[in-house]
């Protein structure tokens, strides 16, 4: 007898073409590229990576310290489903109500949850461009159209970028912006979230690099949500934890759409143990954001185009303008650097913050 599967494709040698016919994904699923990360080289050595944002620097002495007494029977259980502990150090950090907290497996799994939560059929949803390219990718998943507003050529909000977004479900920016580094004023970021119809949601993914941060918002608009991560700041991007606080109304909203054990029993335990090390944070941003500006000058010296930062990274432009010849000749020299293809990203290369060390040898290379 035969199966459904042969009864299909009979004895013919599949194609590519044939193949995609007989996909059983979506439609949505088939047609799109997927999310495509910065290089992840697994043999460390020898690179001097400055192409994923992470932090140069090891997490909090307390991590390790943590880490030698983790006992291997308390993994038997599940963890904790809505983080609570981390919930309450969260709330506490930022002057808020545990009931106003969300933990995510990273803030990745956060605009996931958004997503899902606020955004239907037929609905839109819109961000700057140039920003975070996941954003438009989440968008194809659920289904819906993502529409990428242009920002000035200094990288600012166009003046008329509601009227842009007239109609959209979700709006999703970053601030500090990511691949730029530039933070948009809090009054134009006022403006934007008293303005726009329907949820708003700030991804503060750099916010401990830069001047201010839009958290106080939440009290202010009920359509505001701001996300934060562990994995830039924190130097934790190995144990994706991210979170977010909005009103209580919002947040019990996205528990319901959450995987219910969705940060693992380990990064529960480390999460806490890093954000009570406050002073530790700081030390490290002080760090990073001195050798920001000392990279920043050294670049503008060498006749790059630099847009100023808030950020762990640069956004610059070398003399000629050809972002993909640098990131190429700068991976021939062994040091990774983020290279976006597109007629505005494609004059730049982004550059992560890395020790005084990485960044050194990166100068020598541009020499
Ligand atoms: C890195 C980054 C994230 C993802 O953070 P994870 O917590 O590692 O998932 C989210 N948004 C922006 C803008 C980022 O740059």
Known sequence: MQNRHTA??????MTLDSKYKESYFRKVIDDMDGYTPGEQPQRIGGWVKL????NPYPPSPAVAKLLKEVDPASLRLYPDPVCRELCKLVAQLNGLHL?????GNGSDDILTIVMRSFVSEDELVVCPEPSYSLYPVLSQLQGVDCRCIPLNEDFSLPEDFLRHAIGAKLLLIPRPNAPTGTAFTMDKMREICGGFDGMVLIDEAYADFAEESCVDFIHEF???IVCRTLSKSYSLAGIRLGYAMGSHHNIAGMMKVKDSYNVNALTQKIALAALEDQAYLRGNITKICETRSRLCSALENLGFKVTPSQANFIFVSPPDGN???????LKEKGILVRFFPGPVTGKYIRITIGTDKETDKLLEALK
């Open 323 to 329: 972002g993909e010849k640098l990131y190429l000749d």
């Open 51 to 54: 192409n994923t944002n992470e």
């Open 222 to 224: 009920p359509n505001v």
């Open 8 to 13: 299909k494709t009979g004895n013919k040698k």
């Open 99 to 103: 009931d106003n907290v969300i933990i």
